[in-house]
């Protein structure tokens, strides 16, 4: 799930554990960047469409970003989704 979504996990074994995990998520949303994306296929068809994030200025950056998405039509609020047709 976490590689999924583009998140990071931790498992701390006991509470002892804990400071070293709020530390390192204070410095991850620090440094932590949102991008906008526009597709160049604007079908909202229901498909699952992949995602690639690279950062090529330089290579010691790493990005972490949630594979992809499915393109569902824009609902207005309060209605529920309605079932695929597969």
Do not use: C, H, K, N
Request: hydrophobic share 40%; charged share 25%; no cysteine.
């Amino acid at each position: 799930l976490a590689r999924e979504t583009g998140v990071r996990s931790f498992f701390p074994l006991g509470a002892v554990e804990l400071s070293p995990v709020y530390g390192a998520i204070g410095r991850e949303l620090d440094a932590q960047y949102s991008l906008a994306y526009a597709p160049s296929d604007p079908r909202a068809d229901g498909r699952f469409r992949r995602i690639e994030v690279r950062v090529t200025a330089d290579p010691s950056f790493r990005s972490r970003a949630r594979s992809g998405y499915v393109a569902e039509p824009v609902r207005p609020l309060g209605l529920a989704p309605a079932p695929l047709m597969r």
